[in-house]
């Protein structure tokens, strides 16, 4: 099982980055989806998710600024983050759900993408 995750780099306040997660050796259309981060000195958040049927939550913190999106076709979630802020560096991790009728949690992660934002 892999998750390869791609995007991350260095970008200036309201800048914009799309994150990307290639995911392979399990059943991709049958798992919710989810990003999350993890900022130096901090908890990892739960940024966004997304179901199998495409319904979507986000943090307090990225509503109207990230948009989470999934191609079953091509085994892949998207982050499109716009407006970003310092507060945003971090790297960012996606992770597949278990598949129903498993726990609500996460299974697979991947490796992780830093996202960096300068003032």
């Known amino acids: 099982v892999q998750l390869q995750a791609s995007g991350g780099g260095a970008v200036q306040a309201g800048g914009s980055l799309r994150l990307s997660c290639a995911v392979s050796?399990?059943?991709?259309?049958?798992?919710?989806m989810a990003w999350h981060r993890q900022a130096p000195g901090k908890q990892r958040e739960l940024v966004a998710d997304?179901?199998?049927?495409?319904?979507?939550n986000y943090a307090d913190s990225v509503k109207g600024r990230f948009t989470i999106s999934r191609d079953n076709a091509k085994n892949t979630v998207y982050l499109q983050m716009n407006s970003l802020k310092p507060a945003d560096t971090a790297v960012y991790y996606c992770a597949s759900g278990r598949p129903w009728p498993g726990p609500a949690d996460y299974d697979y992660w991947g490796r992780g993408t830093q996202v960096t934002v300068s003032s």
């Open positions: 050796g399990i059943r991709f259309s049958i798992r919710n």
């Open positions: 997304i179901t199998t049927r495409g319904s979507t």
